[in-house]
């Protein structure tokens, strides 16, 4: 059974930063595309930032210079570090897994999802 699973949310000031972190379990990382999705109230779900398998990263023009995602597949562990937060980066924050499960039976790669993790950036 394929489990993500985030920690690090919470309230922030503007200008301040969190660091977000997720857990995978049960998939087969090092081949796993990871990524960090948002929805903030109203809005549709969006892509933050997603990080490849060889390592290449994508962003949300909106988080450039900003966010930055990391993996590390020894420890199956996805960060998402974000710096100089905004009012508008306030959403529940997603944890993407596209890949293969760990166990049989395999049928192909598939999208997972964590529970979400609160960021809240306010005064």
């Known amino acids: 059974q394929v489990q993500l699973v985030e920690s690090g949310g919470g309230l922030e000031q503007p200008g301040g930063s969190l660091r977000l972190s997720c857990l995978a379990s049960?998939?087969?990382?090092?081949?796993?595309?990871m990524g960090w999705y948002r929805q903030a109230p109203g809005k549709q779900r969006e892509l933050v930032a997603r990080?490849?398998?060889?390592?290449?990263?994508n962003y949300a023009d909106s988080v450039k210079g900003r966010f930055t995602i990391a993996r590390d597949d020894r420890k199956h562990m996805v960060d998402l570090q974000m710096n100089s937060l905004k009012p508008e980066d306030s959403a529940v924050y997603y944890c993407?897994?596209?890949?293969?499960?760990?166990?049989?039976?395999?049928?192909?790669?598939?999208?997972?999802w964590g529970q979400g993790t609160q960021v809240t950036v306010s005064s």
């Open positions: 049960g998939i087969i990382f090092s081949s796993a595309l």
């Open positions: 990080i490849m398998a060889d390592g290449k990263t």
């Open positions: 993407n897994a596209f890949g293969e499960p760990a166990t049989l039976p395999r049928h192909g790669f598939e999208d997972y």
